[in-house]
């Protein structure tokens, strides 16, 4: 007697190795990852009837998305887990402190530098970046070839790093 998969079965097998790059990329971890994917698969089963068409671009964005709230959610689960005193504060470099906060201002700086950008180089930057779409997938999504999406993400990119350059001081 032969078992026909379940719609879960299916896009674990489809999207599971993207699902657990995108939890990678935030938790930095491949223990936590996996914990992630995991987590992701438990909340998934029990939404699958919004995901009736795995092979559905929807169905590609919405598991890549849970994961990723997923990962963001078990980061800040583990920050509020990290509370310090003000004697551990103190103890602290200034120097870390700066960093992590460069590092803050940096990403801040590239989201509004994409926000500034004409909307058909935001959308592409966004979907591939962010919602971690390839150049058929955009391409389908906004209804473009897949040509002019590729030129946009150059062009795109371009422009981005014009931005970041005339927002960031003494940049060369």
């Known amino acids: 007697m032969i078992k026909e998969k379940t719609t879960l079965e299916l896009i674990y097998e489809k999207y599971r190795n993207r699902m657990y790059m995108a939890a990678y990329r935030i938790v930095k ?4 990852a996996e914990d992630v994917l995991h987590d ?3 909340a998934l089963s029990k939404n699958t009837e919004k995901l009736k068409n795995v092979d559905s671009l929807y169905t590609a964005s919405y598991v890549t998305k849970a994961a990723r709230n997923h990962a963001l959610n078990t980061i800040k689960k583990a920050q509020q887990s990290n509370i310090v005193s003000i004697e551990e504060i103190d103890s602290v470099s200034d120097e870390s402190v700066l960093d992590a906060l460069c590092t803050e201002e940096n990403v801040n700086i590239i989201v ?9 180089y935001r959308d592409v930057l966004s979907l591939y ?3 971690e779409l ?4 955009i391409a389908v999504s906004l209804g473009r070839k897949e040509s ?3 030129q946009q993400l150059a062009r795109g990119r371009r422009r981005l790093i014009d931005t970041i350059k005339k927002e960031v001081d003494g940049y060369e």
């Open 29 to 32: 971890n491949p223990t936590v």
């Open 40 to 42: 992701t698969f438990v």
């Open 112 to 120: 509004s530098s994409i926000l500034a950008l004409d909307e058909k």
């Open 129 to 131: 970046y962010f919602n």
């Open 134 to 137: 390839t150049v058929s997938e």
């Open 148 to 150: 002019t999406v590729k």
